[in-house]
Structures are given as C-alpha cells and as structure tokens.
C-alpha cells in the first residue's frame, strides 16, 4: 500500500464520522520524513492523538472508532515487527490509561478486523502484539490464551512441525513434512481441501505459472500439498489433476493441532532445513519471497 492510498483511506473515515460526537483528526506527518517507512510509523504511532481516551462518550463511540480503526489496521502491517509492538504497546497504554472504556473497544475491534479469518485485513502477525499486550494486563483472559497458543505454532525463525503424512504415490517414499522439503531452496506447504474453492484457485494459478513451474523443475522450490481432511476417496480422485513434480499428500492425523490451520488454504513456507520462513501467508507475499 502506498503513503497515497493510506491518506485517502483516512480522509474516507473522517468523513465517516463526523456525524459521531468523536472528532478524528489525520495526523500532520512532518515533511523530514520522507521514506514510506518513516511516514507509516509517524502516522501509526499518532493516529489516535485527537481522541481524548478519559472522555466516555469519545472512548466507546463504537461504530465512530471502528470506523476509523479499520484503516489503522491497514497502516499496521507496513511497520517492521519491532516498531508495530512498540506501537500498539504506545497506544494501548493511553486508551487503557484513560479508564473511560476504550481499551475494550479496541481489543474487541483488534480481534474482529485481525484474527477472524473472514476480515478482509485478516492478519495474525499483525493482531500479535494485541494479544501480548492484552496477556500482560490480564494473564487469565483464557480467549487470549488460546489465541496465543495458536499464534506460537510455527514461528517465523523457528522449525516447523513434522507431522505424518499420506503420500498420494505408493512409492513414494514421503511420510512426513520433511520428507517432501525441497532440498535446494524453500518449500511451499499448501494446507488445502478439495472441495475449497479458494484452495482451487490458488493451486489452478500456482500451477499455471510458469515460473513456478521452472524453479520446480530446477529442484530451486518445492510445493507440498497437505489435505487435512479424513475423505481419502475424494482427496485421491481431486490428487490426479495437479502436477506431477508436485509432493500431493493429506495428514495422516486430520485432528492434530501441530499446525495452526483456521482457514483454507493456510501457506507456510519452510526453508531446507525445516525452519519457517512464512507463516500463514498470501499467495502474494509467497511469489514474490520466491520468485
């Protein structure tokens, strides 16, 4: 997303809210800052610098904060990790601080637009820091908790889990995620269903493309298809339409947990050795680490 797109972004939401008693102001970036990177972490980390967080009827104008959040949450995910903790930490530490109600709303709005998979700005290394925030003033909340324990599965920098696996061919010889990595460069480890249409399309495109299909070719990038449900018919007959270069394979286990699978198709990207590069990434984010 470009510095343009996020202005306007916000322009769109104050116009949203001026019918609210909640008077969102954009913050004036100074003109020193000139990288995207500069102005998107000024931008984040004042956003909310005109609402007055002691003041209950600003701190819980609902539909006034969502509104404006929504696009907060765009700006979020351009900041380093780093910058994106200290940020929300800056920022929950006021509105909680204000005891006027507002550090619900924004937990609340946190979890709705960054955790549930069906937001458009779905994204759990970006909801992470709200979480550890949130733990760190109530370490019961057991909703965070288990939150949390799904968002430590497979850490970026970490190894991924070797789970069993049902190879499509006989012969095989893979019976595990480290079996079908690619020795040569990384792997894409496609979590998927056959009845999925989202999981159709992705496959249909990764197929398709011809740099995809060279670097295949070159042993330069595996792909491995991971079925996680329990209709071995259907997952067989479905099987026989992807490439052949391709490690086609479903869980031996499609309850385990070793991997946080919310939604379908779920795209990690493991190095040689096993260790997370993605997790839980676009079809996007994924071409363009490995193209």
Known sequence: MTYRTMVCGCMMALCAITCHALEWRVPAIPDTLRTVEERASYLAAHYWDSIDWTDPAEATDTVAIENVFADFCQILPILEPGKRAETVKGILDI???????????????????LWYTDSPVYG????????????SADPDDDVLRGRM???EKNMVGHRAADIPLVPFADDAG?????????????????FYSPGCRDCRDLLVALAADSRVSLKVSRGELGVTLVYIGDEEDTWRRDAVGWPAEWSITMTAD???EAYSVRRTPTLYLLAPDGTVLLRNTTAAELLDRVL
Request: charged share 25%; hydrophobic share 35%.
């Open 174 to 190: 893979q019976h595990s995620i480290y079996a079908t990595l690619c020795k040569e460069g990384p792997t894409a480890v496609v």
């Open 149 to 151: 324990e799904e968002l």
């Open 254 to 256: 499609p309850d385990g």
């Open 124 to 135: 759990e290394e970006t909801y992470r820091p709200f979480v550890e925030y949130g733990l």
């Open 95 to 113: 509105v909680r601080a204000g005891r006027a109600g507002g550090y619900g709303v924004i937990m609340d709005l946190a979890g709705k637009y």
